[in-house]
Nanobody, 128 residues
Framework: QVQLVESGGGLVQAGGSLRLSCAAS????????MGWFRQAPGKEREFVAA??????????ADSVKGRFTISRVTTYIKSTVNLQMNSLKPEDTAVYYC???????????????????WGQGTQVTVSS
């Protein structure tokens, strides 16, 4: 059974950094794009960053480009997807979710509906 478990969220001052991790198990993750999304109160879930199955390709939302870095480490039995977040802003405050693309060997997509497995989320709060 596929499981995604996020960790690393917390409270940080503007300009600070956090590193989120997503531990993925129960499937063959090396074939799948993995993505990070976020949802702020009263807003729709939005794309943050994604990385290809091999790790060779990444894609970022314009709002985080140059500040966030996605990476992954994949072994045979599990995969870890990290999101290094620097120069955090109050508008980055949200619950952050990792997710797995629903199709193998897919191109990177930014729509939440293209992802089928989701973690429970981790709260990131950036104070001004």
């Amino acid at each position: 059974q596929v499981q995604l478990v996020e960790s690393g969220g917390g409270l940080v001052q503007a300009g600070g950094s956090l590193r989120l991790s997503c531990a993925a198990s129960g499937g063959t993750f090396s074939r799948y794009v993995m993505g990070w999304f976020r949802q702020a109160p009263g807003k729709e879930r939005e794309f943050v960053a994604a990385i290809s199955g091999s790790g060779a390709s990444t894609y970022y939302a314009d709002s985080v480009k140059g500040r966030f870095t996605i990476s992954r480490v994949t072994t045979y039995i599990k995969s870890t997807v990290n999101l290094q977040m620097n120069s955090l802003k109050p508008e980055d405050t949200a619950v952050y979710y990792c997710a797995r693309d629903r199709n193998q060997y897919s191109i990177i997509k930014t729509t939440p509906g293209e992802y089928d497995y989701w973690g429970q989320g981790t709260q990131v709060t950036v104070s001004s």
